[in-house]
């Protein structure tokens, strides 16, 4: 399991994989080893990629006193 993959508000988690759900239904390539399940719906492979931690996208914080994270 990924470490950083428990920082991610419940909010962000939404985000990653709204996001990734649209890359998905645009025409991205799934990351994941999939046998015959490619018809599946673009928001469960897309919960299924942050699963396995396999979801290249990053979050950036604005932290109080202008601090990023």
Do not use: C, H, W
């Amino acid at each position: 399991m990924d470490a950083g993959k428990n920082d991610y508000t419940r909010f962000e988690v939404a985000r990653i994989i709204g996001a990734r759900a649209l890359q998905i239904s645009m025409g991205a390539p799934i990351l994941l080893k999939m046998d015959g399940q490619e018809k599946m719906n673009p928001l469960a492979l897309a919960k299924m990629e942050y699963d396995a931690s396999v979801i290249p996208l990053t979050v950036k914080r604005k932290l109080p006193k202008r601090k990023g994270e």
